[in-house]
């Protein structure tokens, strides 16, 4: 009698063990659920980009690559009413419109594609769930300021540009305050606090390797202080 008892909590145990081990993969199923990431909204009106032109040695800070991928053959090219893609050699050119601050296709109204600006370097097609970049916002603005920029021809005139979009101009001493904003991929402009309406801008040369900045140049070129 006792051996029976014994047999039977033995399959007992043996039993309830299997039905907890069964349970284990549903319940890992559940957390491994991958979540929806909400496409991103307009932030940017396409109006007021500055879309830049195609000209040698310059044209490429102006197209748009495939996650800021700049040594790709293929990109993407926005002008005033038409989109150009390229594709190695081959080049295609659409016609668009501005929709609710949305660039889409002209002919059906955004079912070849539906872009969205979250800033003036950074688009997303909502029609693809492509990224693309003529460069890398992030990276610009933080090797813009996170050093001070001397001047080639001397240290006494540098500049020091800020996260909150003010910078400060060391000319041989004089500070001058300001604000600056990027345009497009190879523009700073900027603007003096005691200039009235009048400003200027900076052009930028980017390090070979990414985005961060190698320098920028007014009349003079000024180089990050190392």
């Known amino acids: 009698m006792k051996r029976i008892f014994a047999l039977l909590l033995s399959l007992l145990i043996l039993l309830t063990l299997t039905a907890c081990a069964s349970k284990a993969p549903a319940e ?14 307009a932030v940017v ?45 081959t ?36 029609v693809s769930g492509q990224w693309y970049k003529r460069a890398d916002y992030e990276t610009v603005v ?3 300021t ?35 904003w990027i345009q497009d991929a190879r523009t700073i402009n900027n603007h003096y606090d005691d200039e009235g309406d009048t400003g200027g801008w900076f052009e930028i040369t980017y390090n070979d390797e990414g985005w961060s900045i190698k320098s920028i140049k007014d009349t003079d070129v000024f180089y990050p202080e190392k």
């Open 45 to 89: 009106d396409p109006e007021e980009i500055e879309w830049g032109y195609q000209a040698p040695g310059i044209s490429d800070t102006q197209y748009w690559y495939v996650d800021g991928d700049k040594s790709a053959t293929s990109f993407i090219f926005f002008e005033d009413d038409y989109l150009t893609t390229v594709d190695g050699e």
């Open 91 to 126: 080049r295609n050119t659409v016609d668009t419109k501005i929709t609710d601050k949305h660039i889409v296709d002209a002919e059906t109204g955004g079912s070849a594609f539906d872009f969205v600006f979250t800033d003036v370097l950074t688009c997303y097609d909502l």
């Open 142 to 144: 933080k090797s813009l």
């Open 28 to 41: 890992a199923s559940v957390s491994d659920e991958p979540t929806d990431t909400p496409a991103p909204e």
């Open 146 to 180: 996170e050093a001070t920029f001397v001047c080639e021809a001397g240290s006494q005139w540098k500049y020091t540009f800020q996260d909150d979009g003010t910078m400060v101009y060391d000319d041989n001493g004089t500070l001058k305050t300001g604000t600056w």
